[in-house]
C-alpha cells in the first residue's frame, strides 16, 4: 500500500481521504512518532504544541473506545434483559419461571454467576424458605457444566428448558441440605436475609464469616466469604430472596454487577408472583370444576330420587285406594263362604274371588315392599329352584298369551347368595314385561355360572327395541309402550342395586332382547 | 264377652270387621274418625280398640298417643295399608299391629292375643 507500513489489505479507503489517513493511523505510526521527537529535538517552535494536541487526541480517543466497550455491554446487557423479560413475560408455570431466572443468573451469557439460591415467602407457615438452587457444588463439577454449556451455543430459553426437564429434580436433591436448613421467620427482623428482603435493594455481603450481621451458621452454610443478596418484590409484596455467588471462581462482584442484577429483579418478582397465582388459580380452578362435577354428579341423583320419591308417592297411594277395596271384597267374599254351603253351585265363584283377591292382596305387597328392598334379606338359594317357581308363578299367564318360556336347569351350580322374595320379583319381572301385551312370544332362559357367580339370561329373538326404548326402560314411569310401562323394572333395577347385582339389558340392532342378572355366591358385602 | 272399639274411616271395612269380630264373639262398636271415636269412648269403657292410621284428613297415631296417656290401661292394635308403619317409631306404642288384608285370620289372632295378654297383666298384675 504504497510508502505507508499501516495501511494494510482492506484499509484501501483510507487512501482516499487524507484527513481519515491521518487519524488512523499516522497518529499511532512510529515514524510520525520518531519525526515528532526528532522535530522536538531540533527545538522547533511548534513542537511542544504538536506533542499537547498528539497527546490529547490519543487520550480521547481512549477514552471514547472505552465508552464504545461500555455501550456495547450495556447493549449486550439490554439484549439479555429483553430476552429475558419475554421469556419470563411467555410464561405461567411457576417452575419453568424459577428455571429461566436461575440459569439467567448463572449462565455465562447472563450474569456468569456461580451459584444462585432462591428462598420464597411462605405466607401460610410466615417463613422465607429455601425453595431451589442452581450451580455446581465443587471445581470439578463446575468445569464440567461450562464446558458442556460452552459446546452449545444456546439461548436462554433453551438453557432454561434444558435445566427444567433434565436438571430441575437433580439441582433440588443436589441442594437438599442448604435448601432444608434456609429457613427463617418472617418476624425475624435481624435476621441477614428478612432485612435484605425488607431492604427492596440488593445487599453485597463481604467477609461474611466477620460480617456483623451475619451468622457463623449462615456463613458456614452457604460456604463462601462474598455473595450477594437480591430481593425479590412485585407490587410492595415480598415474593422471595436470591442468594448470588462465585462460589468457584470467587470473582469479584461489581457495583455494575449489582445495578444489573437489581434490573433483573424486577421482572422476575412479577413473573414469580404471576405464576404462583396462576397456579393458585388453577388450584382454584380444578376445585371449582370438581365442585361442578359433584353438583351435577348431586343433581343427577336428586333427579333420580325424585323420580324414586314419586314412584314411593305412587306406590303409598295404590296403598290406600286398592288394599282398602281389595279387603273389603276378600273379607266380605270369606265371609259369604263361610255361610255358603259345600253344594251351592256359587260357592266356586265365591272361592274364585277369594283367590284372585288374594293374589292381587301378594302382588300389591310385592310393590309395596319396595321399601323393604333398601334392607334386603339374603340367604343362599339354589338358583334353578328360583327360576322354576317363577316360572310355574307365570304359567297361567304365559298359557294366556301363548307364550312359550323355555329353561333347562343347570347341574352342579353353587347356590346363590340373595334376597329370594327380590330376586323373584325381579325375574317375574322381566318375564311379564317381555309377554307384556303381546302374543306367540318365545322366552329362552339360560343359567350359567362357576364358584364366584351365577349368570341368569333372559332371552327374546322375537323382540326389537329402540335405543330410546331401552334408554327409559329403566327409569321410573318412563312409560313405552312395546316394553310395558317401565314401573316394575326400576323396582327392579333398585332391588337389584341394593343387593349388588347387575342387570344389563342388551338389544342389539339387528333386533332381539336380553337381560342378564349376575347373582352371588359368596357372602361379601357389595362394594 | 269383651268389648272392642274399631275406628276406621272406611264404612264397608267398620261393617266388615264389626260382622267378623261378633262371629267371634266379641262386642263391637265402630267409629269414623277421631272426634266419634272419643264420644264413644265417653259413652262406655272399652276392652281393646283396632284403630286405622289412616283416617282421612286425621292420624291415627294422633289417636294412639291421646288413648295411650288417657286410657293406657286399654290396648291398641293398629292396622294400616302400609307395612312401613311396622317400623315408624311412634307405631311402637300400639300393642299390635297388622297389615290390612281381606283375611282377617291375622287381625283376630292378635286380638285373641292382646286381650290374653292383658288378663294375664290384669291377674299377675305385671
Redesign the interface.
Known amino acids: 500500500m504504497g510508502d505507508c507500513p499501516n495501511i494494510r489489505e482492506g484499509d484501501e479507503d483510507l487512501l482516499l481521504s487524507q484527513r481519515r489517513r491521518i487519524l488512523e493511523k499516522c497518529c499511532d505510526c512510529a515514524n510520525f512518532k520518531r519525526d515528532l521527537k526528532r522535530f522536538c529535538e531540533n527545538g522547533h517552535p511548534l513542537a511542544s504544541v504538536f506533542s499537547l494536541v498528539h497527546d490529547e487526541h490519543q487520550r480521547q480517543k481512549t477514552q471514547i473506545q472505552s465508552l464504545v466497550s461500555f455501550l456495547d455491554n450495556k447493549t449486550l446487557e439490554v439484549r439479555f434483559l429483553h430476552e429475558l423479560g419475554s421469556v419470563l413475560q411467555s410464561s405461567v408455570d411457576l417452575e419453568e419461571v424459577l428455571s429461566v431466572a436461575l440459569t439467567a443468573i448463572t449462565a455465562g451469557k447472563g450474569f456468569g454467576m456461580n451459584r444462585a439460591i432462591l428462598l420464597l415467602t411462605d405466607r401460610s407457615h410466615a417463613q422465607l424458605k429455601g425453595y431451589l438452587a442452581i450451580g455446581p457444588r465443587n471445581y470439578e463439577e463446575a468445569s464440567q457444566v461450562w464446558d458442556e454449556i460452552a459446546s452449545n451455543d444456546m439461548d436462554l430459553q433453551t438453557l432454561a428448558q434444558n435445566f427444567r426437564l433434565n436438571k430441575l429434580s437433580a439441582e433440588r436433591a443436589k441442594f437438599h441440605d442448604i435448601l432444608e436448613q434456609l429457613s427463617v421467620p418472617l418476624d425475624a427482623t435481624d435476621h441477614i436475609l428478612i432485612k435484605a428482603l425488607d431492604g427492596k435493594h440488593p445487599l453485597l455481603i463481604e467477609d461474611a464469616f466477620h460480617h456483623p450481621d451475619v451468622t457463623p451458621g449462615l456463613a458456614s452454610l452457604l460456604g463462601v466469604d462474598t455473595f450477594l443478596l437480591m430481593p425479590l418484590h412485585s407490587r410492595n409484596r415480598r415474593i422471595g430472596l436470591i442468594i448470588a455467588d462465585n462460589c468457584i471462581t470467587h470473582h469479584r462482584i461489581s457495583d455494575e454487577d449489582m445495578l444489573s442484577l437489581e434490573t433483573f429483579t424486577f421482572p422476575v418478582a412479577f413473573a414469580i408472583e404471576r405464576a404462583s397465582l396462576y397456579d393458585r388459580l388453577q388450584l382454584e380452578l380444578n376445585r371449582v370444576t370438581e365442585a361442578s362435577n359433584k353438583l351435577q354428579e348431586q343433581q343427577e341423583l336428586i333427579v333420580r330420587m325424585e323420580k324414586m320419591a314419586l314412584v314411593g308417592r305412587i306406590t303409598?297411594s295404590i296403598?290406600?285406594s286398592i288394599?282398602?277395596p281389595?279387603?273389603?271384597?276378600?273379607?266380605?267374599?270369606?265371609?259369604i263362604l263361610k255361610s255358603t254351603p259345600a253344594s251351592d253351585p256359587k260357592r266356586d265363584f265365591i272361592e274364585s274371588i277369594?283367590s284372585e283377591?288374594?293374589q292381587l292382596?301378594g302382588v300389591l305387597?310385592e310393590i309395596?315392599?319396595y321399601?323393604?328392598s333398601l334392607y334386603p334379606t339374603r340367604d343362599f338359594w339354589d338358583v334353578n329352584r328360583v327360576v322354576e317357581t317363577a316360572i310355574r308363578d307365570l304359567q297361567d299367564r304365559l298359557i294366556q298369551r301363548g307364550c312359550e318360556c323355555r329353561f333347562e336347569p343347570e347341574a352342579n351350580l353353587p347356590q346363590a347368595y340373595i334376597d329370594i322374595k327380590q330376586v323373584s320379583y325381579c325375574l317375574r319381572t322381566l318375564i311379564l314385561n317381555d309377554i307384556d301385551g303381546r302374543t306367540g312370544e318365545n322366552i329362552r332362559i339360560q343359567i350359567s355360572g362357576n364358584s364366584d357367580s351365577i349368570q341368569v339370561s333372559i332371552a327374546d329373538k322375537d323382540r326389537n327395541v329402540s335405543q330410546d326404548e331401552l334408554d327409559s326402560l329403566l327409569t321410573p314411569f318412563s312409560i313405552s309402550h312395546d316394553i310395558g310401562n317401565g314401573l316394575g323394572m326400576a323396582l327392579c333395577r333398585t332391588m337389584l342395586d341394593k343387593q349388588g347385582i347387575p342387570l344389563v339389558v342388551i338389544a342389539p340392532p339387528e333386533g332381539g332382547i336380553t337381560y342378564t342378572i349376575t347373582l352371588p355366591t359368596h357372602k361379601e358385602e357389595p362394594s | 264377652m269383651s268389648r272392642l272399639l274399631v275406628v276406621d274411616d272406611?264404612a264397608?271395612?267398620r261393617l266388615?270387621y264389626a260382622?267378623?269380630l261378633k262371629d267371634e264373639g266379641y262386642e263391637v262398636v265402630t267409629a269414623a274418625n277421631i272426634a266419634e271415636a272419643m264420644e264413644k269412648l265417653q259413652e262406655g269403657a272399652f276392652d281393646l280398640a283396632v284403630l286405622d292410621i289412616?283416617l282421612k284428613n286425621e292420624s291415627g297415631i294422633e289417636l294412639l298417643q291421646q288413648l295411650v296417656k288417657e286410657r293406657h290401661n286399654m290396648p291398641v292394635i293398629l292396622c294400616s295399608?302400609?307395612?312401613?308403619y311396622k317400623d315408624d317409631f311412634s307405631a311402637w306404642l300400639a300393642d299390635g299391629y297388622v297389615?290390612?288384608?281381606?283375611?282377617?285370620t291375622e287381625l283376630k289372632h292378635e286380638i285373641a292375643r292382646v286381650l290374653a295378654k292383658k288378663a294375664q297383666k290384669a291377674k299377675t298384675g305385671l
Do not use: P, W, Y
Open positions: 303409598s296403598a290406600h288394599r282398602n281389595l279387603m273389603i271384597i276378600g273379607g266380605f267374599a270369606r265371609s277369594v283377591t288374594r292382596e305387597d309395596l315392599n321399601s323393604d | 272406611e264397608n271395612i266388615l260382622e267378623e289412616k295399608a302400609f307395612s312401613c297389615v290390612k288384608s281381606g283375611d282377617l
